[in-house]
């Protein structure tokens, strides 16, 4: 009987209470996480800044150089960006002269892929020549020559830059010459508009205010 209450009591003593444990309450931020996240914040804020203020400088840059691309007698316009992209195209050097009776006004044309002809007067610069003419005006060349094409071309190029009268002609031969911007090689020709008479003075693109030309500030021809 003593043996059977001492296992008893063991039993009870072994099996004892059932209740669940106790449970750890959840830890709260401690001020070393509230310093990070201030922190992290006031670096956000700080990059936003200085982002709003990059944005402001490249506005005021864009601002300040559209205006030299409206403006063609802007100071620096020749040298935008600089050595990247290009040197804006100057005024022709004839540009402001007139003369009084009839005129030779030399060209320089190239022939592109397409067939087509172009102006690039701006790549021979002070050597194209405005000369008075004093005797008649010169014939075109024979018919089924490569000269005549050329000057056929050009009299319906022209347009209105030809008045009644004035004749192109071809005045040399043609040569290669690479781009200066692309390096591209193009065959170019000298070739003369002759003038009875001029209507007005040459403009910043050697013409009479039919071309179009960056030195005008048309920016698109470029």
């Not at 209740?19 to 992290?40: G, N, Q, V, Y």
């Amino acid at each position: 009987m003593r043996r059977a209450a001492v296992a008893l009591c063991a039993l009870a003593t072994a099996c004892g209470s059932t209740s669940a444990p106790t449970t750890e309450p959840a830890p709260t931020a401690t001020a070393a996480t509230l310093d990070a996240e201030a922190a992290r914040t006031a670096e956000l804020q700080r990059r936003a800044a200085l982002a709003a203020d990059h944005r402001k400088l490249e506005d005021q840059a864009s601002t300040a150089l559209a205006a030299t691309c409206l403006d063609p007698e802007a100071k620096g316009r020749g040298d935008r960006c600089l050595p990247s992209c290009y040197r804006g195209e100057a005024a022709d050097p004839r540009a402001g002269k007139q003369l009084a009776r009839g005129a030779e006004v030399q060209h320089l044309v190239c022939e592109l892929r397409s067939g087509a002809y172009l102006l690039a007067d701006e790549l021979m610069g002070s050597k194209l020549t405005l000369k008075p003419v004093k005797k008649k005006l010169p014939k075109p060349h024979k018919k089924g020559s490569w000269e005549f094409v050329v000057e056929s071309a050009l009299a319906t190029m022209f347009g209105s830059e030809r008045a009644k009268g004035d004749v192109i002609r071809v005045t040399g031969k043609w040569k290669s010459i690479a781009h200066p911007a692309t390096k591209a090689k193009m065959r170019c020709v000298m070739v003369s508009h002759y003038m009875r008479s001029m209507r007005r003075a040459l403009d910043r693109c050697g013409s009479q205010g039919t071309y179009a030309c960056e030195a005008t500030g048309n920016d698109a021809v470029h």
